[in-house]
């Protein structure tokens, strides 16, 4: 029956650090997670029936229940149970120790210890937990995203301690008599320097992560700056071009009119009109800074044949610093002309609503088809997942920022699929009007 039970810890713990530890979702085909769960019972059986631990069957059962229960590489898998079963075991082994020394005070020649493995597991999965909680989970990192570097070192750092336990191990079981309290002082130090090591090289492997995120997240403020302040060059650049060439412009205006070529006169005046309709702001928020941002991607929406429509205006600025408005409405407008421009017919709504203590922004989008969006809203579709999927996060980051609320969802409108966020920050206003470009 113990090998069973072993079985069936291993099996779970591995299926916990596999699933939230790496990120990687279980088969949705039932069958294929009932064979996973079966083999591991007919390993735990022909361990107990022939009363023996076998590697070889330990390693079939591990490596083939995660391949039959995990969506993923087949390859990847096997050399992440591959790691997974020597990495656990380390720290299982000095779960076993410490449970050992502590409960029974004896080393393993001189004491059975197979019913105390069980309390070991559990000790280890506490390990793995706060490993979890208070490293991974808390600065939302998975294993898969920290560099093979790290993972290196801790299989490194694991097998320099499955050598030293040894000597710990035999140093305790021969001298916690003669030493007493001093032999026990030795054990814990090594247990907790097995623990602390591992720990500290997670930390600095996500602090390593966090430090990248931050900066592609800063390249990607700065290349969506440069492409608007581009943007304004152009508009400034056809502004001076049109001054210089006004003193003509009025010159021939006034010889028409010498003449009195009136009708010649008026066409060219629309002519001259629709010059300076080009480098003109077409939409106006109430907000400057959100005017440069909303304009700019008309002006992309426009290239790309897009139908780009903003109703409502503000009566004030928004309470937002210019940094967190090119944050929010850049990755929101971003990613609406990334997602519209899929579309048979592309479509983009910008909707502005004020209340007494509210901004309401709503952006929807054409999309080629529905996501989940409690799933597959942080994941990015684009090859370069390291580098993208972070702009849908800066976007709550800055909801979040100014105690605002969000809320998205993904509909069918005559037929239609839209992707639809709204967002209210805290601020009060009146006024509104519409303005549209198709």
């Known amino acids: 029956m113990i090998y069973i039970v072993d079985n069936i810890s291993n099996y779970l713990i591995y299926l916990f650090i596999i699933h939230c530890g790496f990120s990687i979702s279980p088969r949705r085909n039932r069958f294929f997670i009932g064979i996973s769960g079966l083999i591991v019972l007919l390993a735990g059986a022909f361990n107990a029936y022939y009363d023996v631990n076998s590697p070889i069957v330990y390693i079939v059962w591990s490596v083939l229940s995660i391949c039959l229960f995990f969506e993923e590489r087949v390859g990847h898998l096997i050399v992440l149970s591959a790691a997974l079963m020597y990495f656990?075991?380390?720290?299982?082994?000095?779960?076993?120790?410490?449970?050992?020394?502590?409960?029974?005070?004896?080393?393993?020649?001189?004491?059975?210890?197979?019913?105390?493995?069980?309390?070991?597991?559990?000790?280890?999965?506490?390990?793995?937990?706060?490993?979890?909680?208070?490293?991974?989970?808390?600065?939302?990192?998975?294993?898969?995203?920290?560099?093979?570097?790290?993972?290196?070192?801790?299989?490194?750092?694991?097998?320099?301690?499955?050598?030293?336990?040894?000597?710990?191990?035999?140093?305790?079981?021969?001298?916690h008599t003669m030493y007493g309290w001093d032999a026990y002082a030795v054990f814990f130090i090594s247990i907790v320097g097995v623990i602390y090591s591992v720990f500290l090289t997670l930390s600095l492997a996500v602090k390593n992560i966090l430090s990248n995120r931050q900066n592609r997240e800063l390249q990607s403020f700065m290349d969506m700056q440069k492409k608007q302040y581009d943007y304004q060059l152009q508009q400034s650049a056809a502004v001076r071009r049109f001054k210089h060439d006004l003193v003509n412009h009025i010159g021939v205006l006034r010889e028409l009119m010498n003449e009195k070529k009136t009708e010649e006169a008026k066409e060219y005046i629309d002519t001259i009109w629709d010059m300076q309709d080009e480098f003109d702001l077409r939409i106006h928020t109430g907000d400057s800074s959100l005017d440069v941002i909303v304009n700019y991607y008309l002006y992309l929406a426009i290239k790309e044949n897009?139908?780009?429509?903003?109703?409502?205006?503000?009566?004030?600025?928004?309470?937002?610093?210019?940094?967190?408005?090119?944050?929010?409405?850049?990755?929101?407008?971003?990613?609406?002309?990334?997602?519209?421009?899929?579309?048979?017919?592309?479509?983009?709504?910008?909707?502005?609503?004020?209340?007494?203590?509210?901004?309401?922004?709503?952006?929807?989008?054409?999309?080629a088809k529905r996501i989940n969006t409690k799933t597959d809203f942080f994941m990015t579709s684009k090859k370069d997942k390291e580098n993208h999927g972070f702009g849908l996060k800066n976007i709550v980051a800055t909801v979040e920022k100014y105690h605002g609320e969000y809320y998205m969802e993904s509909i069918e409108e005559n037929g239609e699929v839209l992707f639809k966020i709204s967002i209210a920050i805290p601020k009060a206003g009146d006024g509104k009007t519409v303005v549209s470009y198709n």
């Open 306 to 367: 897009i139908e780009f429509v903003v109703w409502g205006k503000l009566s004030e600025k928004m309470p937002l610093e210019m940094f967190d408005i090119t944050t929010l409405m850049g990755n929101i407008l971003q990613n609406a002309v990334e997602a519209a421009i899929k579309t048979d017919v592309p479509r983009i709504r910008v909707e502005l609503v004020e209340h007494k203590k509210e901004i309401f922004i709503v952006v929807s989008n054409s999309a």
């Open 88 to 175: 656990t075991g380390i720290v299982d082994t000095f779960s076993v120790m410490l449970i050992q020394v502590m409960m029974i005070g004896g080393g393993i020649s001189s004491t059975d210890i197979a019913w105390w493995m069980e309390p070991a597991y559990l000790l280890s999965f506490v390990i793995y937990l706060l490993a979890y909680l208070r490293i991974l989970k808390k600065h939302e990192v998975y294993m898969c995203d920290i560099e093979f570097k790290y993972k290196f070192a801790l299989l490194v750092q694991g097998s320099i301690f499955q050598m030293f336990y040894n000597f710990v191990f035999v140093f305790f079981d021969d001298n």
